[in-house]
């Protein structure tokens, strides 16, 4: 009766679905059907052979190797070939259950992902990337070899290089309308620094080959010193910050603009998160309640919103509309450490976390996720697309995976000893409007790399 319901409820979803799904869905269905129909007849065959094989056994009872089998022998060799073919069933099931899956799996619109350039130049790990939102556009990267560089997107070449931190860099954010950026550090203070960059004319040919020909060989230290004079034989670099923001406790883990640019916020393993006047350097507010380090923090693009995340498994969400009182709001939907959380446009907030699950919530009603991805590895930075409401997910395994906002996977970034990254990704970070890369990974493998991303029409529409 259950089951029959089931169908009838099938049915009237699928009655509102267009044609063109509903005959996708029948040809599934289909597909199910001739597989479970192959299973059952497979399953006759492989009956009669055991049966067939019981009878020759327990009938003859002939030597085997000169030797006379016993009763029991007989019965032990019987058992034993029941397993195989027993196992043999159980493969074959597998087997085909799989490619059922796979149906399904390949019926999914996907995501066309290239790669296009790779920004190599760093001496150690690259924490975070960003890209800038005022023209000339450039890109960000934060390195845990204490300093921060711009880059030009087209052609590779580092345009400026901060070096005014004296631990890693963990954070780079710009500013809304203004050529700044605003940098976190392990050297417990975060930074504002201005810049200035022309950007180069770019090359006729984008040559990568030559970056990503390398087979998967780990990173020496005798590599160092040709990757340092590449970046430094002609990048101007800045050594002193306009402002410094310094009252936190411990490393700075994370940082990011208010709207409007005139406060940042920062975020730190003192298990506290500190709101600025950016103009004064002033401490505006202390935002404490979490029970251990922050991973991250994020600011709504359009509203005085704050959320912060954290090694205690939740994250926090700080409203400043109101100028005279700030709330809070804790969520606790992850069981590990909550890696980041980030905004949307509209009123959603995505979580990632060390348990290995992307969590999709609406701010209107918080109490549990309109969706759950759940995946193979660990989730660092993520980032959201705004206009077309995709979630890039860098893992620890090396894997860079896109998910629309209702949990269905879309692609995942190509990855080979001659492309993508090889060690773990730390962060993403979309540019929607750039008309060569819209996707930009950053990872231990001390580069940062563009990708283009080619969203199908079907995937535009849902």
Known sequence: MSSDSEWDRSACSDSKLPSSVRST????????????????????????????????????????????????????????????????????????????????????????????????GHRDGIWDVSVAKT???????????????????????????????VGSVNSIKFHPSEQLALTASGDQTAHIWR????????????????????????????????LDGDVSSDCPTIRVPLTSLKSHQGVVIASDWLVGGKQAVTASWD??????????????????????????????????????????????????????????NVFQGHTDTVTSAVFTVGDNVVSGSDDRTVKVWDLKNMRSPIATIRTDSAINRINVCVGQKIIALPHDNRQVRLFDMSGVR??????????????????????EDHPVCNLFTCGFDRQAIGWNINIPALLQEK
Request: glycine letters at 4%; proline letters at 3%.
């Open 135 to 165: 023209q000339p556009v450039v890109l960000g990267t934060a390195s845990a070899d204490h300093t921060a560089l711009l880059w030009s997107i087209e052609t590779g070449k580092c345009l400026v290089k901060y070096a005014g931190h």
């Open 195 to 226: 810049y200035a960059v022309q950007l180069p004319t770019p090359q006729p040919v984008a040559d990568t080959s030559q970056i990503s020909g390398e087979d998967e060989v780990e990173c020496s230290d005798k590599d160092e010193p040709d």
């Open 25 to 120: 869905l029948l040809e599934l269905f289909g597909q199910i059907e001739r597989e479970f129909e192959n299973l059952y007849i497979e399953n006759l065959e492989l009956r009669r052979e055991i049966d067939t094989l019981n009878e020759r056994l327990a009938a003859e009872g002939q030597a085997i190797d000169g030797a006379e089998l016993s009763k029991g022998q007989l019965k032990t060799k019987a058992s034993h070939s029941t397993s195989q073919l027993s196992q043999k069933l159980k493969t074959t099931y597998k087997a085909s259950t799989s490619k059922i899956v796979s149906s399904f799996k390949t019926t999914t619109s996907r995501a066309a992902c290239q790669l296009v350039k790779e920004y190599i």
């Open 271 to 328: 298990r506290t998160a500190n709101l600025y006047d950016v103009e004064t350097s002033e401490l505006v507010h202390s935002l404490t309640g979490h029970d251990q380090e922050l991973t991250h923090c994020c600011t709504h693009p359009t509203q005085r919103l704050v959320v912060t995340s954290s090694r205690d498994t939740t994250f926090r969400l700080w409203d400043f509309r109101d100028p005279s009182i700030h709330s809070v």
């Open 410 to 431: 879309l692609a995942r970034l190509p990855r080979s000893s001659r492309q993508g990254h090889r060690r773990m990704v730390c962060c993403s970070a979309w540019s």
